[in-house]
Each structure stands twice: as C-alpha cells, then as structure tokens.
C-alpha cells in the first residue's frame, strides 16, 4: 500500500491550501490527514469513514474540510482561513483491516 499526497507550500495567513492523497489498492476504511509541528507529536487533523462520516480536531472546525473520492482511492483537505498555528508537515492516513498506513508527509508553512 502506498499513499501519495500532492499539495500544500507556503501561504500568508488567512489563505487557502488544498491536499490531496491517492491511496494504491481498495477502498480503505478510514483516510485522513494528521499534522506535525516541530518539536510537537503528530495529532489528527481530519479523518473521513468510507460511508462518510467525519472526525475533526476542535481548531480546525470550520476553516479545513475533508473529503474524499472512494472510486478513485483518494482523499483531500481543503485547508482556509489559515493561521500560523496550523504550520506542520501534513501526513496522509488510512487504514484498512486494522492496519495504518502513512504518507511522507507535506509541508503546509502558513507565513506572511
């Protein structure tokens, strides 16, 4: 299983970033984002079930929204209103079976 994530880079506070991440292989139970600050452990962002349903952390309610495409493996995080806070290097997640499975990671610098 491999998951490639595309998106993310620099933007001034207050903007807007997209991600995406393309899973290999079947449709994965759940798929998300984590993040991760320097110095800081790696905390969920957003994850999506395959029937839909969604879990957000409490900072980002209403500014990120997560989605994703079950025929294509593939989920995605648009990312608006942006703050300095939410700079981390952003890591794709699904599971499947149990199992966790993680992307490299992208970094999303939010900076004026």
């Known amino acids: 299983v491999q998951l490639q994530a595309s998106g993310g880079g620099l933007v001034q506070p207050g903007g807007s970033l ?8 079947n449709i ?18 957003a994850v999506m079930t395959s029937g839909g349903s969604t879990n957000y952390r409490d900072s980002v309610k209403g500014r990120f929204t ?3 495409d079950n025929a294509k493996n593939t989920v995605y995080l648009q990312m608006n209103s942006l703050k300095p806070e939410d700079t981390a290097v952003y890591f794709c ?13 992208t970094q999303v610098t939010v900076s004026s």
Do not use: H
Not at 18 to 25: P, V
Not at 29 to 45: E, F, H, N, S, T
Not at 93 to 105: F, Q, R, T, V
């Open 66 to 68: 997560i989605s994703r």
């Open 28 to 45: 994965f139970g759940i798929m998300g984002w984590y993040r991760q600050a320097p110095g800081k452990q790696r905390d969920l962002v």
């Open 18 to 25: 997209g991600l995406s991440c393309a899973a290999s292989g």
């Open 93 to 105: 997640y699904a599971e499947k079976w149990g199992k966790d499975y993680w992307g490299k990671g």
